[in-house]
């Protein structure tokens, strides 16, 4: 799927039931997410992961974030009760409307549409702490090699990445990338809807979006940063053993539990990465 096409589901996606786009919970689905709730795991979240990054011992500087695939502002709302200025980025419309409307931070959280393969509205050095979630799977191969190159682009030195990226299935091992699933067909629910329409643009509009997913082998990922100026300073797969054994210490509210322990062996393995450039 190309950027337009990618764009153009994901717009879809944000009128139809953007929160649980986000975030699908199965018991979710249908716009069942209420909003505070839906706004309260980004805080734990991103409690978390600071936490966690505080463990670390580094001198993170709290200056700058970027929240790339920002959707609603799930977490730049939340990266900015630790940063003096947060940039949320989606390529949906819908998305950036709704995260424009849920914003409680004024100027100090800003989101940005864009519509390129790239960062470009941000300059060399930009960051001090990049975080995606949820994410670059999304999109082809060729496109997340893009935006990881425009990651370490923008990111200030000694500043910290952290995303997450769906890797290989346990049997794949003969290509570099992966399709993760073929596109899922979704909103099953609004079908009876578009029988009922009387104009085929109204028939367009309902048209269900597809959520593709695809990954990168995880050594094929760290190859590429290295190459690009970044260093690895943690990866980790993503399954609730691993997650809960490194991050779990720090999770007061049982947000862990809740999101990965329904899943405990996944089909396609994904993977944690914080990076920084020296």
């Known amino acids: 799927m190309d950027l337009k096409s990618l764009q153009k589901n994901w717009d879809k996606f944000g009128e139809m039931d953007p929160l649980w786009s986000i975030l699908t919970m199965p018991d979710k689905k249908g716009n069942k997410w209420q909003i505070e709730e839906f706004f309260a795991t980004g805080m734990q979240e991103i409690n978390i992961m600071m936490n966690f990054i505080k463990s ?75 975080y995606s979630n949820i ?61 009922n329409l009387s104009t085929k643009k109204e028939q367009v509009m309902l048209e269900e979006p597809t959520m593709e997913a695809y990954g990168i ?16 300073l943690f990866s980790i797969e993503s399954n609730y053993q691993s ?12 947000y862990i539990e809740q999101v990965f322990s329904s899943d405990p062996e996944p089909e396609w393995k994904g993977y944690w990465y914080i990076v920084t450039k020296s």
């Open 217 to 232: 082998r995880q050594e094929k990922v760290i190859e590429f940063l290295n190459i690009l100026g970044g260093k690895i």
């Open 56 to 130: 670390l011992d580094r001198a993170v500087q709290f200056r700058r974030a970027l929240d790339f695939g920002c959707g609603i502002g799930r977490l730049s709302q939340s990266l900015a009760h630790y940063f003096e200025e947060v940039h949320g980025i989606d390529i949906a419309p819908s998305m950036i409307r709704l995260a424009r409307k849920y914003n409680r931070y004024s100027d100090k959280c800003i989101y940005h549409l864009n519509e390129k393969d790239n960062l470009s509205v941000f300059s060399n050095n930009s960051f001090d702490f990049i």
């Open 135 to 195: 994410t670059l799977h999304h999109m082809e191969p060729k496109y997340i090699k893009k935006y990881l190159r425009e990651f370490v682009r923008v990111l200030e030195y000694k500043g910290l990445l952290v995303f997450h990226l769906l890797g290989e299935k346990p049997s794949e091992k003969k290509s570099e990338f992966s399709i993760v699933h073929p596109a899922i067909k979704l909103f099953a629910y609004f079908k009876e809807k578009i029988k």
């Open 243 to 254: 997650i809960n054994e490194v991050f779990g210490k720090f999770d007061e509210w049982g």
